[in-house]
C-alpha cells in the first residue's frame, strides 16, 4: 500500500471515528432524555430513536473495522459537553430538552455532509453516509419537529 492509500485511509478512519463519537454522543444523549422523562408519550419515540443511532455505531464501528483501522470506545469531550446540554435542558423541561435533542441531530446532519464533502473520505464511507446515516438523522429531525 502506498503512502499516499495509507493517509487517506487514516484520514478517513479518522473522519468514521468522529462520526463514532457524535453517534456515542447521542446515545448518551437519548438515554438521559429518556430517564428525565420515562412516562411522557414521546418516550417510544425517543427509544426508537436511540436505537437507531446505536445501530449507526455499529455500522461505522464495522466500517472503521474494514479499513483496519480502531473504532473509538467512548464519545470523549463532545459527549461531555452533549450531555451536559442536555442535563441542563431537561432542567428547564421537556420543550427544553426536545429542541435541544434537534440542535444535536442537525449538529449530526451537518457533520455528515462534512464528511461526505470531504476529499479523504472513500467511496465505500461516503456510501454508508449518504444511505444509511445521513437519511436516519434526517427522519430524526423530522420526528423531533413533529413531537415538539
Not at 430524526?140 to 419537529?145: A, E, G, L, P
Amino acid at each position: 500500500m502506498s503512502t499516499k492509500t495509507q493517509d487517506i485511509n487514516t484520514e478517513c478512519i479518522n473522519t468514521c471515528n468522529s462520526l463514532l463519537r457524535g453517534e456515542l454522543s447521542a446515545v448518551e444523549t437519548y438515554e438521559k432524555a429518556i430517564a428525565k422523562y420515562p412516562s411522557e408519550k414521546e418516550t417510544a419515540t425517543l427509544c426508537r430513536i436511540k436505537e437507531e443511532h446505536q445501530a449507526s455505531v455499529r455500522d461505522l464501528q464495522e466500517n472503521i473495522k474494514a479499513m483496519c483501522g480502531i473504532p473509538d470506545t467512548d464519545s470523549g469531550s463532545w459527549g461531555t459537553f452533549a450531555t451536559a446540554v442536555q442535563d441542563t435542558a431537561n432542567l428547564f423541561g421537556e420543550e427544553s430538552a426536545m429542541a435541544a435533542l434537534k440542535q444535536g441531530e442537525k449538529h449530526g446532519e451537518n457533520e455528515y455532509f462534512e464528511a461526505i464533502d470531504n476529499d479523504s473520505t472513500l467511496p465505500a464511507c461516503r456510501t454508508l453516509i449518504q444511505t444509511r446515516l445521513l437519511p436516519r438523522v434526517k427522519a430524526h429531525v423530522q420526528t423531533i419537529d413533529s413531537l415538539s
